[in-house]
């Protein structure tokens, strides 16, 4: 089960993958555990999952 906050619709349509926009995600399991991949590493997670995004909490440099 996968529950968003603020969750908007988007206008990208890509076959077969679902998306939407927001700011907080949490997503519940009957398992206790889960293995997710962050950044390419695998590792187990407590459940619920939650994930939230912070505007500009990342800074990025672009060369010129």
Not at 24 to 53: C, F, K, N, Q, W
Not at 55 to 62: D, E, N, T, W
Request: glycine share 4%.
């Amino acid at each position: 089960r996968v529950r968003a906050d603020d969750a908007a619709a988007d206008d990208e349509h890509v076959r077969g993958l679902d998306h939407l926009r927001t700011s907080s995600l949490t997503i519940a399991s009957h398992a206790p555990r889960l293995r997710v991949s962050t950044d390419g590493e695998e590792t187990e997670l407590d459940t619920p999952l939650r994930y939230r995004s912070r505007p500009k909490a990342l800074r990025v440099r672009v060369p010129a």
